[in-house]
Protein backbone atom coordinates (compact mmCIF):
# COMPACT_ATOMS: atom_id res chain seq x y z
CA UNK A 1 0.00 0.00 0.00
CA UNK A 2 1.33 3.44 -1.15
CA UNK A 3 1.42 6.19 1.66
CA UNK A 4 -0.76 7.91 -0.09
CA UNK A 5 -3.18 5.53 0.06
CA UNK A 6 -2.79 4.50 3.32
CA UNK A 7 -3.23 8.27 4.69
CA UNK A 8 -6.34 8.37 2.77
CA UNK A 9 -7.75 4.95 4.11
CA UNK A 10 -6.73 6.85 8.01
CA UNK A 11 -8.85 9.70 7.07
CA UNK A 12 -11.84 7.62 5.97
CA UNK A 13 -11.81 5.74 9.08
CA UNK A 14 -11.24 8.84 10.91
CA UNK A 15 -14.19 10.41 9.42
CA UNK A 16 -16.71 7.80 9.97
CA UNK A 17 -16.07 7.15 13.17
CA UNK A 18 -17.10 10.99 13.39
CA UNK A 19 -20.27 10.57 11.99
CA UNK A 20 -21.10 7.39 14.24
CA UNK A 21 -19.73 9.48 17.54
CA UNK A 22 -21.43 12.63 16.21
CA UNK A 23 -24.98 10.53 15.41
CA UNK A 24 -24.29 8.90 19.60
CA UNK A 25 -24.10 12.13 20.86
CA UNK A 26 -27.50 13.33 19.26
CA UNK A 27 -29.35 10.48 20.24
CA UNK A 28 -27.67 10.62 23.44
CA UNK A 29 -28.72 14.04 23.83
CA UNK A 30 -31.76 13.62 22.61
CA UNK A 31 -32.75 11.12 24.89
CA UNK A 32 -31.67 13.10 27.95
CA UNK A 33 -33.97 16.27 26.78
CA UNK A 34 -36.80 13.31 26.62
CA UNK A 35 -35.99 12.12 30.01
CA UNK A 36 -36.52 14.12 32.97
CA UNK A 37 -38.61 17.10 31.29
CA UNK A 38 -41.80 15.25 30.57
CA UNK A 39 -44.83 17.03 31.94
CA UNK A 40 -47.46 16.05 34.06
CA UNK A 41 -51.19 16.40 33.29
CA UNK A 42 -52.96 17.44 36.84
CA UNK A 43 -55.99 15.09 37.82
CA UNK A 44 -58.52 18.26 36.92
CA UNK A 45 -57.10 19.63 33.23
CA UNK A 46 -58.69 21.93 30.83
CA UNK A 47 -56.53 21.04 27.90
CA UNK A 48 -55.78 24.45 25.95
CA UNK A 49 -55.00 23.40 22.51
CA UNK A 50 -53.81 25.62 19.57
CA UNK A 51 -55.20 24.33 16.19
CA UNK A 52 -52.53 25.61 13.56
CA UNK A 53 -53.37 24.76 9.90
CA UNK A 54 -52.20 23.34 7.66
CA UNK A 55 -50.69 20.78 9.66
CA UNK A 56 -48.14 17.85 7.35
CA UNK A 57 -49.21 14.52 6.85
CA UNK A 58 -46.19 13.10 7.94
CA UNK A 59 -43.84 13.09 10.94
CA UNK A 60 -40.55 14.56 10.11
CA UNK A 61 -39.02 12.58 12.82
CA UNK A 62 -35.18 12.41 12.49
CA UNK A 63 -32.30 12.66 14.61
CA UNK A 64 -31.92 16.43 14.68
CA UNK A 65 -35.77 16.86 15.82
CA UNK A 66 -34.56 16.98 19.22
CA UNK A 67 -32.80 20.07 18.64
CA UNK A 68 -35.04 21.48 15.47
CA UNK A 69 -39.46 21.28 16.85
CA UNK A 70 -41.37 19.92 13.60
CA UNK A 71 -44.96 20.64 14.26
CA UNK A 72 -47.24 18.14 14.53
CA UNK A 73 -48.43 16.05 12.29
CA UNK A 74 -52.26 16.02 11.37
CA UNK A 75 -52.27 12.20 13.14
CA UNK A 76 -50.63 12.97 15.64
CA UNK A 77 -52.99 16.07 16.70
CA UNK A 78 -56.02 14.04 15.93
CA UNK A 79 -54.42 11.25 18.45
CA UNK A 80 -53.89 14.05 20.83
CA UNK A 81 -57.64 14.48 20.98
CA UNK A 82 -58.77 10.97 20.53
CA UNK A 83 -56.88 10.03 23.83
CA UNK A 84 -58.09 13.27 25.48
CA UNK A 85 -61.12 11.89 25.36
CA UNK A 86 -60.97 9.08 27.36
CA UNK A 87 -58.36 10.69 29.68
CA UNK A 88 -60.32 11.50 32.96
CA UNK A 89 -57.79 13.93 33.75
CA UNK A 90 -58.69 16.62 31.17
CA UNK A 91 -62.24 17.72 31.71
CA UNK A 92 -62.44 19.90 29.12
CA UNK A 93 -61.54 21.12 26.16
CA UNK A 94 -60.55 24.79 24.75
CA UNK A 95 -59.31 25.06 20.98
CA UNK A 96 -58.03 28.07 19.33
CA UNK A 97 -57.77 27.97 15.75
CA UNK A 98 -55.24 29.38 13.42
CA UNK A 99 -56.34 27.87 10.50
CA UNK A 100 -56.48 30.32 8.39
CA UNK A 101 -54.25 28.74 5.17
CA UNK A 102 -55.49 25.05 5.32
CA UNK A 103 -58.47 23.55 3.13
CA UNK A 104 -61.58 21.83 3.70
CA UNK A 105 -60.68 17.99 4.02
CA UNK A 106 -57.99 18.66 6.92
CA UNK A 107 -60.37 20.83 8.75
CA UNK A 108 -62.86 18.37 8.34
CA UNK A 109 -61.19 15.49 9.65
CA UNK A 110 -59.77 17.80 12.31
CA UNK A 111 -63.16 19.06 13.23
CA UNK A 112 -64.75 15.40 13.11
CA UNK A 113 -62.06 14.50 15.85
CA UNK A 114 -63.72 17.56 18.09
CA UNK A 115 -67.36 16.33 17.46
CA UNK A 116 -65.75 12.93 18.40
CA UNK A 117 -64.49 14.78 21.73
CA UNK A 118 -67.54 15.58 22.48
CA UNK A 119 -69.28 12.56 22.93
CA UNK A 120 -67.33 11.75 25.80
CA UNK A 121 -69.58 14.65 27.62
CA UNK A 122 -66.85 16.90 28.65
CA UNK A 123 -66.78 20.37 27.14
CA UNK A 124 -65.48 22.23 24.44
CA UNK A 125 -64.90 26.19 24.59
CA UNK A 126 -63.53 27.72 21.71
CA UNK A 127 -61.72 31.27 21.78
CA UNK A 128 -61.32 33.24 18.48
CA UNK A 129 -59.65 36.72 18.29
CA UNK A 130 -59.70 37.72 14.66
CA UNK A 131 -60.84 34.84 12.79
CA UNK A 132 -61.67 33.79 9.14
CA UNK A 133 -64.09 31.36 7.69
CA UNK A 134 -61.60 28.70 8.22
CA UNK A 135 -61.12 29.59 11.72
CA UNK A 136 -64.83 29.88 12.53
CA UNK A 137 -65.53 26.60 10.40
CA UNK A 138 -63.77 24.63 13.34
CA UNK A 139 -64.75 26.56 16.13
CA UNK A 140 -68.44 26.25 15.16
CA UNK A 141 -68.81 22.49 16.66
CA UNK A 142 -67.71 23.81 20.10
CA UNK A 143 -70.39 23.99 22.29
CA UNK A 144 -69.34 27.40 22.66
CA UNK A 145 -67.81 30.37 21.04
CA UNK A 146 -65.81 32.93 22.91
CA UNK A 147 -64.58 35.92 21.14
CA UNK A 148 -62.20 38.74 22.29
CA UNK A 149 -63.35 41.59 22.68
CA UNK A 150 -62.16 44.26 20.26
CA UNK A 151 -62.30 40.91 17.70
CA UNK A 152 -63.47 40.43 14.20
CA UNK A 153 -65.06 37.75 12.72
CA UNK A 154 -64.00 37.82 8.91
CA UNK A 155 -66.80 35.74 7.51
CA UNK A 156 -68.15 36.88 4.31
CA UNK A 157 -69.57 34.21 2.26
CA UNK A 158 -67.16 31.88 0.21
CA UNK A 159 -64.01 33.08 -3.17
CA UNK A 160 -61.84 31.13 -4.55
CA UNK A 161 -59.13 32.88 -6.40
CA UNK A 162 -56.87 31.58 -9.53
CA UNK A 163 -53.51 33.34 -11.50
CA UNK A 164 -53.07 33.76 -14.83
CA UNK A 165 -49.58 34.57 -16.36
CA UNK A 166 -50.07 34.33 -20.07
CA UNK A 167 -49.81 37.99 -19.92
CA UNK A 168 -46.41 37.90 -18.45
CA UNK A 169 -45.34 35.32 -20.58
CA UNK A 170 -45.90 37.26 -23.44
CA UNK A 171 -44.15 40.60 -22.30
CA UNK A 172 -41.08 38.36 -21.75
CA UNK A 173 -41.53 36.56 -24.77
CA UNK A 174 -42.04 33.07 -23.15
CA UNK A 175 -44.89 31.19 -25.59
CA UNK A 176 -46.31 28.14 -23.40
CA UNK A 177 -47.23 25.39 -26.09
CA UNK A 178 -49.02 23.41 -23.68
CA UNK A 179 -51.26 20.52 -24.64
CA UNK A 180 -54.14 18.88 -22.72
CA UNK A 181 -56.97 16.13 -22.86
CA UNK A 182 -60.30 17.67 -21.51
CA UNK A 183 -61.85 20.99 -22.08
CA UNK A 184 -61.15 20.69 -17.41
CA UNK A 185 -57.61 19.90 -17.62
CA UNK A 186 -56.90 23.43 -16.60
CA UNK A 187 -53.57 22.67 -15.12
CA UNK A 188 -51.42 24.53 -18.22
CA UNK A 189 -54.12 27.35 -17.94
CA UNK A 190 -52.04 29.16 -15.28
CA UNK A 191 -49.46 29.45 -18.12
CA UNK A 192 -51.90 29.28 -21.85
CA UNK A 193 -54.35 31.93 -20.57
CA UNK A 194 -55.23 35.62 -19.49
CA UNK A 195 -58.54 34.50 -17.70
CA UNK A 196 -60.83 31.50 -17.15
CA UNK A 197 -61.91 29.71 -19.90
CA UNK A 198 -65.54 28.52 -19.42
CA UNK A 199 -65.30 25.11 -18.72
CA UNK A 200 -62.41 26.65 -16.16
CA UNK A 201 -65.01 29.09 -14.57
CA UNK A 202 -67.70 26.33 -14.81
CA UNK A 203 -65.93 24.33 -12.31
CA UNK A 204 -64.65 26.74 -10.06
CA UNK A 205 -68.05 27.28 -9.22
CA UNK A 206 -69.22 24.19 -9.04
CA UNK A 207 -66.53 23.55 -6.01
CA UNK A 208 -66.87 26.70 -4.95
CA UNK A 209 -70.95 26.01 -4.31
CA UNK A 210 -70.52 22.48 -3.12
CA UNK A 211 -67.82 23.94 -0.28
CA UNK A 212 -70.17 26.98 0.85
CA UNK A 213 -72.93 24.53 1.23
CA UNK A 214 -70.87 21.90 2.99
CA UNK A 215 -69.84 24.83 5.06
CA UNK A 216 -73.50 26.09 6.13
CA UNK A 217 -74.71 22.70 6.64
CA UNK A 218 -71.82 22.02 9.14
CA UNK A 219 -71.88 25.06 11.04
CA UNK A 220 -75.98 24.47 10.98
CA UNK A 221 -75.17 21.47 13.05
CA UNK A 222 -72.84 22.68 15.24
CA UNK A 223 -74.73 25.79 15.99
CA UNK A 224 -78.28 24.20 16.73
CA UNK A 225 -79.74 26.43 13.86
CA UNK A 226 -81.29 26.23 10.52
CA UNK A 227 -79.64 26.13 7.64
CA UNK A 228 -80.88 29.02 6.00
CA UNK A 229 -80.25 31.71 8.92
CA UNK A 230 -76.59 30.35 8.87
CA UNK A 231 -76.43 31.18 5.09
CA UNK A 232 -77.45 34.33 5.67
CA UNK A 233 -75.31 35.37 8.86
CA UNK A 234 -72.01 33.80 6.88
CA UNK A 235 -73.01 35.85 3.86
CA UNK A 236 -73.70 38.90 5.82
CA UNK A 237 -69.90 39.80 7.31
CA UNK A 238 -67.51 40.76 7.96
CA UNK A 239 -68.40 41.27 11.76
CA UNK A 240 -67.15 43.40 14.66
CA UNK A 241 -67.53 41.09 17.87
CA UNK A 242 -70.51 42.39 19.14
CA UNK A 243 -71.91 41.71 15.79
CA UNK A 244 -71.14 38.13 15.38
CA UNK A 245 -72.46 37.82 18.67
CA UNK A 246 -75.79 39.70 17.73
CA UNK A 247 -75.79 37.44 14.54
CA UNK A 248 -75.50 34.45 16.58
CA UNK A 249 -72.32 33.22 15.48
CA UNK A 250 -70.30 34.13 18.97
CA UNK A 251 -71.68 33.31 22.45
CA UNK A 252 -69.94 35.31 24.32
CA UNK A 253 -67.30 38.24 24.66
CA UNK A 254 -64.55 37.94 26.90
CA UNK A 255 -60.80 37.78 27.12
CA UNK A 256 -58.87 34.56 27.12
CA UNK A 257 -57.60 35.04 30.81
CA UNK A 258 -61.49 35.10 31.69
CA UNK A 259 -62.28 32.25 30.44
CA UNK A 260 -60.77 30.67 33.55
CA UNK A 261 -63.47 32.34 35.99
CA UNK A 262 -66.58 30.55 34.05
CA UNK A 263 -67.66 27.44 33.59
CA UNK A 264 -67.08 24.91 32.66
CA UNK A 265 -63.30 26.00 32.94
CA UNK A 266 -63.60 27.82 35.96
CA UNK A 267 -61.24 25.48 39.23
CA UNK A 268 -59.65 23.66 36.65
CA UNK A 269 -55.66 23.55 35.66
CA UNK A 270 -54.67 24.66 32.41
CA UNK A 271 -52.50 22.11 30.55
CA UNK A 272 -51.04 23.12 27.08
CA UNK A 273 -51.25 20.69 23.89
CA UNK A 274 -48.00 21.02 22.88
CA UNK A 275 -47.29 19.24 26.57
CA UNK A 276 -49.71 16.64 26.15
CA UNK A 277 -48.58 15.81 22.39
CA UNK A 278 -45.04 14.98 24.05
CA UNK A 279 -46.75 12.63 26.76
CA UNK A 280 -49.84 10.72 24.96
CA UNK A 281 -49.21 7.73 23.36
CA UNK A 282 -49.55 7.22 19.76
CA UNK A 283 -53.34 5.64 18.97
CA UNK A 284 -53.13 2.07 17.11
CA UNK A 285 -50.36 0.45 19.48
CA UNK A 286 -52.63 -3.02 19.66
CA UNK A 287 -51.56 -6.22 19.09
CA UNK A 288 -54.72 -7.44 17.24
CA UNK A 289 -53.01 -7.36 14.00
CA UNK A 290 -50.69 -5.13 11.87
CA UNK A 291 -51.97 -2.52 8.76
CA UNK A 292 -49.25 -0.93 6.81
CA UNK A 293 -49.86 3.15 7.07
CA UNK A 294 -48.06 4.45 3.90
CA UNK A 295 -48.20 8.19 2.95
CA UNK A 296 -48.02 9.19 -0.49
CA UNK A 297 -47.75 12.62 -0.06
CA UNK A 298 -46.32 15.35 -2.51
CA UNK A 299 -46.18 15.73 -6.36
CA UNK A 300 -46.12 12.52 -7.99
CA UNK A 301 -42.34 11.60 -9.78
CA UNK A 302 -40.14 9.14 -10.97
CA UNK A 303 -37.11 8.06 -8.62
CA UNK A 304 -36.48 8.94 -4.79
CA UNK A 305 -39.09 10.40 -2.94
CA UNK A 306 -37.78 13.15 -0.41
CA UNK A 307 -37.94 12.84 3.37
CA UNK A 308 -40.28 16.66 3.33
CA UNK A 309 -43.53 15.19 1.94
CA UNK A 310 -42.80 17.33 -1.60
CA UNK A 311 -41.92 14.49 -3.64
CA UNK A 312 -43.32 10.94 -3.98
CA UNK A 313 -41.06 9.10 -6.19
CA UNK A 314 -41.89 5.77 -7.81
CA UNK A 315 -39.08 3.79 -6.79
CA UNK A 316 -39.28 4.38 -3.04
CA UNK A 317 -43.04 3.82 -3.44
CA UNK A 318 -42.13 0.22 -5.35
CA UNK A 319 -40.01 -0.50 -2.50
CA UNK A 320 -42.21 0.14 0.08
CA UNK A 321 -44.94 -2.29 -1.64
CA UNK A 322 -42.77 -5.05 -2.10
CA UNK A 323 -41.22 -5.12 1.92
CA UNK A 324 -45.40 -4.69 2.89
CA UNK A 325 -46.63 -7.95 0.37
CA UNK A 326 -43.00 -9.76 1.40
CA UNK A 327 -44.49 -9.18 4.96
CA UNK A 328 -46.48 -11.85 5.97
CA UNK A 329 -47.59 -10.39 8.95
CA UNK A 330 -49.26 -7.15 7.59
CA UNK A 331 -53.40 -8.12 7.06
CA UNK A 332 -54.11 -4.70 5.15
CA UNK A 333 -52.78 -1.50 3.82
CA UNK A 334 -54.32 1.78 3.85
CA UNK A 335 -52.48 4.21 1.49
CA UNK A 336 -52.72 8.18 2.51
CA UNK A 337 -52.80 10.42 -0.46
CA UNK A 338 -51.87 13.90 -0.18
CA UNK A 339 -51.03 14.66 -3.99
CA UNK A 340 -51.90 16.74 -6.96
CA UNK A 341 -50.56 14.14 -8.74
CA UNK A 342 -47.45 14.69 -11.57
CA UNK A 343 -45.96 12.38 -14.32
CA UNK A 344 -48.46 9.75 -15.81
CA UNK A 345 -45.36 7.53 -16.18
CA UNK A 346 -44.65 7.33 -12.40
CA UNK A 347 -48.22 7.27 -11.42
CA UNK A 348 -48.69 4.08 -13.89
CA UNK A 349 -45.79 2.44 -11.62
CA UNK A 350 -47.42 3.12 -8.47
CA UNK A 351 -51.09 1.91 -9.83
CA UNK A 352 -49.29 -1.29 -10.93
CA UNK A 353 -47.67 -1.54 -6.84
CA UNK A 354 -50.60 -1.11 -5.44
CA UNK A 355 -52.30 -3.29 -8.07
CA UNK A 356 -49.85 -6.52 -6.98
CA UNK A 357 -50.34 -5.60 -3.27
CA UNK A 358 -54.18 -5.76 -3.54
CA UNK A 359 -54.26 -9.57 -4.69
CA UNK A 360 -52.24 -10.98 -1.54
CA UNK A 361 -53.94 -7.77 0.83
CA UNK A 362 -56.74 -5.25 1.08
CA UNK A 363 -55.59 -1.82 -0.12
CA UNK A 364 -57.89 1.29 1.36
CA UNK A 365 -56.67 4.27 0.26
CA UNK A 366 -57.47 7.73 2.60
CA UNK A 367 -57.87 10.94 0.84
CA UNK A 368 -56.58 13.99 2.51
CA UNK A 369 -56.84 17.59 1.31
CA UNK A 370 -55.86 16.62 -2.38
CA UNK A 371 -55.92 13.42 -4.26
CA UNK A 372 -56.38 14.24 -7.69
CA UNK A 373 -55.41 13.61 -11.30
CA UNK A 374 -52.27 11.26 -10.76
CA UNK A 375 -53.29 11.51 -6.65
CA UNK A 376 -56.79 9.63 -8.02
CA UNK A 377 -54.88 7.46 -10.55
CA UNK A 378 -52.65 5.39 -7.89
CA UNK A 379 -55.93 5.14 -5.56
CA UNK A 380 -57.99 3.61 -8.79
CA UNK A 381 -56.86 -0.25 -7.87
CA UNK A 382 -58.03 0.27 -4.12
CA UNK A 383 -60.73 -1.88 -2.26
CA UNK A 384 -62.17 1.34 -1.25
CA UNK A 385 -61.71 4.98 -1.12
CA UNK A 386 -62.27 7.60 1.38
CA UNK A 387 -62.60 10.82 1.45
CA UNK A 388 -63.51 13.94 3.22
CA UNK A 389 -66.98 16.01 1.91
CA UNK A 390 -64.57 19.19 1.13
CA UNK A 391 -61.37 16.61 -0.37
CA UNK A 392 -60.48 18.09 -4.05
CA UNK A 393 -60.27 14.92 -6.27
CA UNK A 394 -61.03 13.54 -9.73
CA UNK A 395 -59.20 15.72 -12.40
CA UNK A 396 -58.64 12.65 -14.76
CA UNK A 397 -56.95 14.07 -17.48
CA UNK A 398 -53.69 14.76 -19.23
CA UNK A 399 -51.57 17.99 -19.64
CA UNK A 400 -47.65 18.48 -21.56
CA UNK A 401 -45.54 20.33 -23.46
CA UNK A 402 -43.07 23.30 -23.21
CA UNK A 403 -42.24 26.41 -22.92
CA UNK A 404 -40.94 28.10 -25.80
CA UNK A 405 -37.96 30.65 -25.54
CA UNK A 406 -36.63 31.62 -28.71
CA UNK A 407 -39.06 34.99 -28.24
CA UNK A 408 -36.81 35.57 -24.82
CA UNK A 409 -33.96 34.75 -26.20
CA UNK A 410 -34.23 37.28 -29.19
CA UNK A 411 -35.01 40.58 -26.44
CA UNK A 412 -32.33 39.86 -24.86
CA UNK A 413 -29.72 39.18 -28.20
CA UNK A 414 -29.32 35.55 -27.90
CA UNK A 415 -29.50 33.51 -31.01
CA UNK A 416 -29.78 29.80 -31.17
CA UNK A 417 -29.04 27.04 -33.50
CA UNK A 418 -29.50 23.26 -34.36
CA UNK A 419 -28.51 20.26 -36.11
CA UNK A 420 -30.56 17.61 -35.60
CA UNK A 421 -30.91 13.99 -37.77
CA UNK A 422 -34.78 13.03 -38.19
CA UNK A 423 -37.93 14.07 -38.78
CA UNK A 424 -38.69 13.96 -34.93
CA UNK A 425 -35.26 14.93 -33.56
CA UNK A 426 -36.81 18.42 -32.61
CA UNK A 427 -39.49 17.62 -31.39
CA UNK A 428 -38.80 19.20 -27.72
CA UNK A 429 -36.92 21.85 -28.99
CA UNK A 430 -37.23 24.71 -26.71
CA UNK A 431 -36.22 27.11 -29.36
CA UNK A 432 -39.72 26.27 -31.23
CA UNK A 433 -43.02 25.63 -31.13
CA UNK A 434 -44.70 22.06 -32.03
CA UNK A 435 -44.79 21.85 -35.73
CA UNK A 436 -47.85 19.91 -37.53
CA UNK A 437 -46.70 16.53 -37.28
CA UNK A 438 -44.86 16.74 -34.04
CA UNK A 439 -47.92 18.03 -32.57
CA UNK A 440 -50.38 15.27 -34.01
CA UNK A 441 -47.80 12.62 -32.57
CA UNK A 442 -48.00 14.61 -29.16
CA UNK A 443 -51.09 14.62 -29.01
CA UNK A 444 -51.82 11.21 -29.89
CA UNK A 445 -49.34 9.66 -26.85
CA UNK A 446 -51.50 12.16 -24.70
CA UNK A 447 -54.92 10.18 -26.34
CA UNK A 448 -52.86 6.86 -25.48
CA UNK A 449 -51.95 8.01 -21.84
CA UNK A 450 -55.22 9.56 -21.27
CA UNK A 451 -57.36 6.40 -22.19
CA UNK A 452 -54.85 4.35 -20.20
CA UNK A 453 -55.52 6.28 -17.16
CA UNK A 454 -59.68 5.86 -17.65
CA UNK A 455 -58.99 2.49 -17.94
CA UNK A 456 -57.23 2.03 -14.98
CA UNK A 457 -59.60 4.00 -12.70
CA UNK A 458 -63.06 1.88 -14.90
CA UNK A 459 -61.30 -1.29 -13.83
CA UNK A 460 -61.03 0.17 -10.32
CA UNK A 461 -64.39 1.19 -9.57
CA UNK A 462 -66.33 -1.35 -12.11
CA UNK A 463 -67.29 0.99 -14.45
CA UNK A 464 -67.57 1.21 -17.97
CA UNK A 465 -64.62 3.75 -20.02
CA UNK A 466 -67.48 5.39 -21.06
CA UNK A 467 -68.94 6.01 -18.02
CA UNK A 468 -65.30 7.36 -16.42
CA UNK A 469 -64.92 9.53 -19.41
CA UNK A 470 -68.52 11.03 -18.65
CA UNK A 471 -66.92 12.79 -15.08
CA UNK A 472 -63.49 12.88 -16.37
CA UNK A 473 -61.73 15.10 -19.28
CA UNK A 474 -60.06 16.88 -16.11
CA UNK A 475 -63.32 17.68 -14.24
CA UNK A 476 -62.26 18.20 -10.37
CA UNK A 477 -64.53 17.14 -7.81
CA UNK A 478 -65.13 17.60 -3.94
CA UNK A 479 -64.56 14.50 -2.09
CA UNK A 480 -68.40 14.70 -1.71
CA UNK A 481 -69.41 14.91 -5.55
CA UNK A 482 -67.08 12.34 -6.23
CA UNK A 483 -68.87 10.11 -3.82
CA UNK A 484 -72.52 10.69 -5.75
CA UNK A 485 -70.45 9.57 -9.05
CA UNK A 486 -68.98 6.63 -7.93
CA UNK A 487 -65.51 7.65 -7.47
CA UNK A 488 -65.49 7.45 -4.26
CA UNK A 489 -67.32 4.66 -1.62
CA UNK A 490 -67.49 6.69 1.84
CA UNK A 491 -66.67 9.66 3.53
CA UNK A 492 -64.92 10.29 6.37
CA UNK A 493 -60.86 10.36 7.55
CA UNK A 494 -58.22 8.25 7.95
CA UNK A 495 -59.37 6.47 11.29
CA UNK A 496 -62.52 5.47 8.82
CA UNK A 497 -59.85 4.22 6.59
CA UNK A 498 -58.29 2.10 9.22
CA UNK A 499 -61.94 0.90 10.30
CA UNK A 500 -62.46 -0.43 6.29
CA UNK A 501 -59.20 -2.05 6.44
CA UNK A 502 -59.98 -4.20 9.49
CA UNK A 503 -63.03 -5.28 7.73
CA UNK A 504 -61.31 -6.33 4.85
CA UNK A 505 -58.56 -8.04 6.79
CA UNK A 506 -61.56 -9.69 8.69
CA UNK A 507 -59.80 -8.08 12.01
CA UNK A 508 -61.64 -7.08 15.26
CA UNK A 509 -63.12 -3.62 14.64
CA UNK A 510 -62.96 -2.80 18.52
CA UNK A 511 -59.51 -3.99 19.14
CA UNK A 512 -56.36 -1.72 18.23
CA UNK A 513 -54.12 -2.55 15.97
CA UNK A 514 -50.54 -1.43 15.21
CA UNK A 515 -49.53 0.39 11.98
CA UNK A 516 -46.28 0.12 10.60
CA UNK A 517 -45.53 3.47 8.42
CA UNK A 518 -44.16 3.58 5.19
CA UNK A 519 -42.04 5.91 4.25
CA UNK A 520 -40.13 5.04 7.63
CA UNK A 521 -37.99 7.62 9.82
CA UNK A 522 -34.67 7.80 8.73
CA UNK A 523 -31.49 6.91 10.73
CA UNK A 524 -28.68 8.97 11.77
CA UNK A 525 -26.61 7.71 9.00
CA UNK A 526 -29.09 8.49 6.44
CA UNK A 527 -29.66 11.85 7.60
CA UNK A 528 -25.93 12.96 7.41
CA UNK A 529 -24.88 11.13 4.54
CA UNK A 530 -27.92 12.87 2.79
CA UNK A 531 -29.36 15.72 4.56
CA UNK A 532 -31.33 17.42 1.74
CA UNK A 533 -32.84 13.99 0.95
CA UNK A 534 -32.06 14.13 -2.77
CA UNK A 535 -34.87 13.35 -4.33
CA UNK A 536 -36.59 13.06 -8.07
CA UNK A 537 -35.55 14.46 -11.10
CA UNK A 538 -35.17 18.00 -10.83
CA UNK A 539 -35.42 19.17 -7.32
CA UNK A 540 -34.53 22.89 -7.62
CA UNK A 541 -36.30 25.35 -5.63
CA UNK A 542 -36.50 28.97 -7.56
CA UNK A 543 -35.86 31.65 -4.53
CA UNK A 544 -38.73 33.90 -4.30
CA UNK A 545 -38.62 36.92 -6.45
CA UNK A 546 -41.15 38.68 -4.33
CA UNK A 547 -43.26 38.30 -1.44
CA UNK A 548 -46.40 39.23 -3.35
CA UNK A 549 -48.37 35.76 -3.48
CA UNK A 550 -48.58 35.20 -7.07
CA UNK A 551 -44.78 35.70 -7.53
CA UNK A 552 -45.06 32.52 -5.18
CA UNK A 553 -47.74 31.09 -7.02
CA UNK A 554 -45.95 31.24 -10.61
CA UNK A 555 -42.34 29.83 -9.04
CA UNK A 556 -44.14 27.04 -7.11
CA UNK A 557 -45.65 26.33 -10.87
CA UNK A 558 -42.15 26.15 -12.81
CA UNK A 559 -40.37 24.47 -10.06
CA UNK A 560 -43.34 21.68 -10.40
CA UNK A 561 -42.66 21.66 -14.09
CA UNK A 562 -38.99 21.54 -14.24
CA UNK A 563 -38.97 18.18 -11.91
CA UNK A 564 -40.53 16.53 -14.62
CA UNK A 565 -38.73 15.10 -17.90
CA UNK A 566 -39.07 16.92 -21.42
CA UNK A 567 -42.15 15.43 -23.03
CA UNK A 568 -43.28 13.75 -19.74
CA UNK A 569 -47.11 13.71 -19.97
CA UNK A 570 -48.64 14.71 -16.81
CA UNK A 571 -51.43 13.66 -14.48
CA UNK A 572 -51.22 17.43 -12.75
CA UNK A 573 -53.66 19.38 -10.85
CA UNK A 574 -54.28 23.23 -11.62
CA UNK A 575 -51.71 25.00 -9.63
CA UNK A 576 -53.60 26.08 -6.99
CA UNK A 577 -56.94 27.86 -5.37
CA UNK A 578 -56.41 30.76 -3.35
CA UNK A 579 -59.59 30.79 -1.02
CA UNK A 580 -61.02 33.01 1.32
Request: net charge neutral; hydrophobic share 45%.
Amino acid sequence: MSARRGVVLILLIMLVATVVSIGGVVLLVAAGLSAGTAPTVPSNATLYFKVGAPLPEMDQFDAFSAFVPTPPTLRQTIDAIRRAKTDSRVKTLVIRPQVAGALWGQLQEIRAAIEDFKSSGKPVTAFLEAAGTQDYYLASIADRVVMMPGGQLDVSGLATYELFFRGTLDKVGVYPDLLHIGPYKTAANTFTERAFTPAHREMAEWLARDWFAQIVRDVAAGRKRDDAAIRRALEGGPYRAEEARDAGLVDALAYEDELDNAEPIQGTRRFESGDYLKIVSPAHTGTSGRIALVYAVGTIASGRSDPGGTVVGSESFAEWMRKIRLDAGIRAVVLRVDSPGGSAIASEAMWRELHLTKAIKPVIVSMGDVAASGGYYIAAPANAIVAEPGTITGSIGVVTGKLVLEGALDKIGVGSGAVSIGPMAEIYSPFKPFSAPERERIESHMQATYDLFVSRVADGRNKTPQQIDAVGQGRVWTGQQARELGLVDELGGLETAIRLAKQHAKLDVNRDVSLVVYPPRRSVFEVLSDPFGGNTGFDMQLEPWFSRPEARVFESAVATLMRFRRGEPLTLLPNVFLTR
